[in-house]
């Protein structure tokens, strides 16, 4: 995931809201949490990166 | 028995995080690649879309928008990186950086597949019989070095090899990291939960040392 953030401003805005604030709002943290496995394409709020075109799919 | 200077080792070690990030662009965690692997055994491979960097971008930019509302930039998808609206007077802000172009100078790398992860644990293991090779201890053996463990084991050492073998994959896990990924890579980076994690482990380790005695 860490690699798709080379935009130091969009990462900023995930990180504030979902690593340093409510953290455990972050899909991809409560899926470590609960053993399952996380995609590499999945958002902290649970949408996975889809190519353009087509609609994000929201996984929750 | 020889050990590596402590100089020469920490040196190989950071020199091994370094390469390892300018090469895959990513952070080293021996246990997450574990843990990776053992899910893809639970739960077979997730389908990871096929993207290129433009296409991964929009997608990031469209994500981005759709979680934090409309951001000037993050629509404009028309205009060639570099040549987008002038700059914001927030020069931090997310619509600012979305004009920028992927860092070229950073490795661009896929997700990692099943064979990237085997690879990596083939090396840990080549990489170390190669380094006991070099300090002349290649002798294979069912028990520790420790003359205290020995004693206290017994024929029971393999097995109590094992039982420890799963007692730190449990740690690790509970840990959320273990010596390279905390130690390593955490401590590096000033990550308190790494920092804090680090010195429990160095502390156990060296009681536990003590405790078994001189190899």
Sequence with gaps: MYPLFKLAGILRTWQIRYCTSDYHACERYRRVLAGRPVPPEMMPNGTLLKQPGNKLRVVK | MN???????????????????????????VSGR??????????????TPEMTEQELLEAVRMATTVE???????????????????????????????HQELNP??????????????FFMVAVAVGGLLAASLGGRT??????????????????????LVIGG???????????GCTSGHGLCGVSRFQPG?????????????GVSLLLGPS
């Design chain 2, 194 to 206: 790494s920092l804090l994690a680090t010195a429990v482990f160095f502390s156990v380790g060296v």
């Design chain 2, 105 to 118: 100078a950073l490795p661009q790398m896929g997700p990692r597949t099943t064979s990237h992860h085997v």
């Design chain 2, 139 to 160: 002798t294979f053996t069912w028990s520790l070095a420790s003359n205290g463990f020995r004693d206290f084991a017994g024929n029971l050492s393999p097995v109590i």
């Design chain 2, 3 to 29: 050990h590596w200077s402590w100089w020469l080792s920490g040196l190989g070690l950071a020199s091994v995080m370094v390469v390892h990030w300018l090469a895959t662009g990513r952070l080293m965690a």
């Design chain 2, 68 to 98: 934090f509302g409309e951001l000037e930039a993050a629509t404009d998808s028309h205009n060639p990186p570099g040549l987008g609206p002038e700059k914001s007077e927030a020069p931090d802000s997310p619509a600012d950086d979305a």
């Design chain 2, 166 to 176: 799963a007692l730190v994959g449990f740690g690790t896990r509970m840990a959320g």
């Design chain 2, 34 to 47: 574990i843990t990776a692997l053992v899910n893809r055994v639970r739960f077979g491979a997730s389908e």
